[in-house]
């Protein structure tokens, strides 16, 4: 099976100096792999040239005249810049010519044209960003990690639904575990969304573990953790932060003095060992889950190793069928889900006295999350 995957060469801060390199790197250890480089022909052609692959059969080049900077609004992206890298790039997912897009484009602007260039899937609201983030048991899957602010219980189900798809296709476990993001363990604790959130994934057939707080996220206590995006883009932003901030404080005590750098020479290899388990750059690569197509967001700022790594992202998820689990998976739960629904209104309807359903006949009952029973399964 060949794997076709198109690259929009012009997206991230580097553009063709990191996109290209990494194709290029990318295609000669994999060669299953089709790369289509989409974007301005002539930097193209030049950094294909100094990466002495002008002639790679496997390396197609596909000519778009404008660029999503980095900074363009959405609507400039969506409905000004028709002949961008990200739009081409795109169209050629849906018109079939490829499997996966690689984007390090503008993060707002790849989901608003992906959205609008793929659609979703039946059954998705919304499309939710994923990213595996570092753990004591390798790494746990995130979502949504900024692509929406304000959620209903549902979507964060349909997250789980896209989480469990993508992991148990990645890392071909059948039954992964799904943790809802919250502040306590307790089923009774958080907002009404999360409480009702819960209830959902308890109903679902989904191995769901409950509620989970933000340390659980580095234990590994669950392989997918499910939040808002709001949440889940604080959560990511701070431990970008965390990190750097300790590397940069390791790096300044092992130069305090000449003792200092003679155990840095000692602690070298440790020191390697650490880096290379934690590098962000290896995790690069969130997937848009819940598109009639596959795409794959690198970090705008990667060298060309985090976005090989990117690439081979979008590569495995479509080796490894992600896009047809999620359809399957949302068919499964999708029963579960409306069933659960008719239970808390039934419910609601019941839990009214009797009186004041007679005097308001055409009283209705409230909204899921209002006044719904909870369900008492253990978390």
């Not at 580095?218 to 953790?225: A, C, E």
């Not at 590397?247 to 130069?255: G, L, N």
Request: charge should be neutral; hydrophobic fraction near 40%; aromatic fraction near 4%.
């Amino acid at each position: 099976m060949t794997v076709k995957i198109t690259i929009d060469c012009m997206g991230g801060d580097h553009g063709p100096a990191v996109t290209v390199p990494a194709a290029v790197n990318f295609v000669r250890s994999h060669p299953d792999a089709q790369l289509m480089l989409v974007g301005l022909e002539q930097p193209i052609r030049a950094q294909l040239k100094k990466s002495k692959a002008l002639d790679e059969p496997r390396l197609t080049v596909v000519p778009a005249s404008e660029v999503v900077a980095m900074d363009d609004p959405v609507e400039v992206a969506l409905r000004k810049k028709k002949d961008s890298s990200m739009r081409v790039a795109l169209n050629l997912v849906k018109e079939g010519e490829a499997q996966t897009c690689i984007s390090a484009g503008n993060t707002g602007a790849l989901m608003a044209v992906s959205r609008y260039v793929l659609k979703t899937l039946a059954g998705i609201e919304r499309p939710a960003i994923a990213f595996a983030m570092p753990s004591q048991k390798g790494y746990t899957t995130v979502l949504d990690l900024g692509a929406n602010v304000d959620c209903e219980p549902e979507h964060l189900l349909q997250f789980a639904e896209m989480g469990h798809a993508l992991v148990s296709a990645i890392e071909g476990r059948e039954r992964p575990t799904i943790g809802l993001l919250n502040i306590g363990e307790e089923v009774i604790k958080g907002n009404e969304t999360i409480k009702r959130a819960g209830e959902l994934l308890r109903a679902s057939t989904l191995n769901f573990y409950g509620n989970v707080e933000g340390n659980d996220i580095y234990k590994g206590t669950t392989d997918v953790v499910v939040c808002d995006g709001f949440v889940g883009n604080v959560a990511l932003k701070t431990s970008e932060g965390l990190a750097k901030m300790l590397a940069d404080m390791i790096k300044e005590e092992f130069s305090r003095n000449l003792a200092s750098k003679l155990m840095a020479l000692v602690a070298l290899p440790v020191l390697k060992r650490f880096k290379k388990r934690v590098d962000p750059a290896q995790y690069n690569g969130a997937a848009l889950l819940g598109l009639r197509g596959l795409v794959i967001k690198s970090h705008g700022s990667a060298e060309a190793f985090g976005f090989e790594w990117a690439i081979k992202r979008g590569y495995d998820a479509v080796k490894n069928g992600v896009l047809e689990r999620l359809v399957r998976a949302m068919e499964e739960n999708a029963p579960a889900a409306r069933e659960v629904d008719a239970t808390a209104s039934a419910s609601n309807v019941s839990d009214q006295p009797v009186q004041q359903l007679d005097s308001q006949p055409n009283s209705q009952p409230n909204p899921p999350g209002e006044s719904g029973t909870a369900l008492h399964s253990k978390a």
